[in-house]
């Protein structure tokens, strides 16, 4: 395998919306969870996307996992590897994002990074290296509350300089606007002045394109999958892959009983959450029994199993913003989060026992718990349900299994029923 283009996520399903966004361009792709095995047998693809969970733990591990990452990729023939973050730059100033980038940085000899969370199709876009979600800054969104990472300065110059080693620089809209030349010679301008990257502003999807020519000439790049869209297109108009259609692998049906789990606690999962009780069972979880181990597992799995001959079924963990840190400080944020995660994945392992062969997983952190659990090696990418959020077919697990891997503020309203459709 010689691959084309080589991507580092930091979550699972930034990972999936990545691959999802890769397929469309026309690039064959595989997502796999975490570093895949030498036996690990994968088709002939034209990008892997390696899924990391490393977006909020300890720096150090995230580094050295992502390095681990980096070089399996480079070994199959990746010039160039994405490491994709969230394109709400989700993140501490300890980090993650800085302190992996000036690692791959070190690895790859690299000048100056281009750096950009902007996606316009999703409503993430960086003007003057400020990044607005929606119509509203960074931190006037929602995204101020959030209950791992609350990001609360949109200034991304400024973000990333607390947690990287290097200085950052800008590439702003008017350079960009210009061209790719005039983003090159801004690029190794900031280079010659020892400046080691560079937040690149994007605001309509032409701006990707452009962003992507240039970054594909590099050996690493970092952002969300607005620049996997313009590394991709960059890589099918300068020939170097030959397009093979924007279907991904549709058509595949596995059959079997149908279960959602939600983590989340965003405001569009909540939402999503209440207008799938007009059309299916949904069980809401008690956190804090969760917490002090009340048995909440086992009460789902008993709700559960009876319905699920029926339809389909939903059991959600997620809560609102203030009862979120109400719960944190009763028990501890870390505390809190970890014992909601296992929860969930304890549900999810003894469903797919129990015969679900069709799973939907609302939440980043509750995705990644459950495909660890299931010990799901990789994904063929599918047809996309929603921006971003792909149907996935599972390679090498012990079960023929598609799953859904949604984060949080992704999805419509009805995104459950839309997913549910298309996994048949």
């Known amino acids: 395998m010689t691959l084309a283009l080589g991507c580092i996520a930091d979550d699972y399903t930034g990972a999936s919306d990545l691959a999802n966004t890769l397929t469309r361009a026309g690039l064959r792709t595989v997502q796999t969870i975490g570093v895949p095995a030498d036996d690990l047998a994968l088709p002939e693809v034209d990008a892997v996307v390696v899924s990391l969970k490393s977006r909020s733990i300890e720096a150090g591990l995230a580094v050295s996992r992502s390095r681990a990452a980096d070089q399996w990729l480079r070994g199959r023939g990746a010039g160039h590897v994405l490491f994709k973050i969230c394109s709400t730059f989700d993140s501490t100033d300890a980090g993650n994002i800085g302190p992996v980038m000036d690692a791959l940085r070190a690895d790859g000899g690299e000048g100056a990074v281009l750096v950009t969370p902007a996606f316009p199709e999703t409503g993430r876009t960086v003007y003057q290296g400020n990044l607005f979600v929606g119509a509203v800054p960074l931190n006037e969104s929602p995204l101020k509350d959030h209950p791992l990472n609350p990001m609360h300065d949109s200034n ?30 801004r690029l190794a301008e900031l280079a010659g002045k020892g400046i080691g990257a560079a937040i690149i502003d994007a605001v309509f999807d032409r701006d990707l394109e452009t962003i992507g020519l240039v ?29 093979a259609g924007a279907n991904g692998e549709t058509g595949i049906a596995v059959g079997g009983p149908a279960a959602c789990l939600a983590g989340s606690c965003s405001q569009a999962t909540l939402q999503q959450i209440a207008n799938a009780e007009r059309v299916m069972p949904v069980l809401h979880l008690d956190p804090d029994r969760i917490i002090t181990g009340g048995g909440e597992a086992q009460r789902a799995l008993d709700w559960a199993r009876p319905r699920l001959a029926e339809g389909p079924v939903l059991i959600a963990s997620s809560a609102t913003p203030d009862q979120v840190a109400a719960l944190q400080a009763r028990h501890g944020r870390d505390a809190a989060g ?55 077919h599972a390679v090498g697990a012990q079960a023929d299994m598609l799953l859904a891997l949604k984060s949080g503020n992704f999805g419509g309203a009805e995104f459950f029923s839309d997913a549910l459709r298309l996994m048949r």
């Open 156 to 185: 991304l110059v400024r973000v990333l300089a607390r947690q990287s080693r290097t200085q950052i620089g800008l590439v702003d809209l008017a350079t960009v606007t210009r061209g790719a030349d005039a983003v090159r010679a």
């Open 215 to 243: 970054a594909a000439e590099h050996r690493l790049s970092v952002g969300a999958s607005g620049i996997g869209l313009g590394l991709a297109r960059a890589l099918v108009s300068t020939g170097k892959v030959k397009s």
């Open 338 to 392: 970890h014992a909601i995660e296992q929860t969930m994945a304890d549900i999810a392992e003894s469903l797919v026992k129990s015969g679900v062969r069709r799973l939907i997983v609302a939440g980043g952190e509750t995705s990644g718990a459950v495909v660890d659990r299931l010990k799901i090696p990789g994904f063929l990418v599918g047809v996309e349900i929603a921006a971003g959020v792909p149907v996935l």
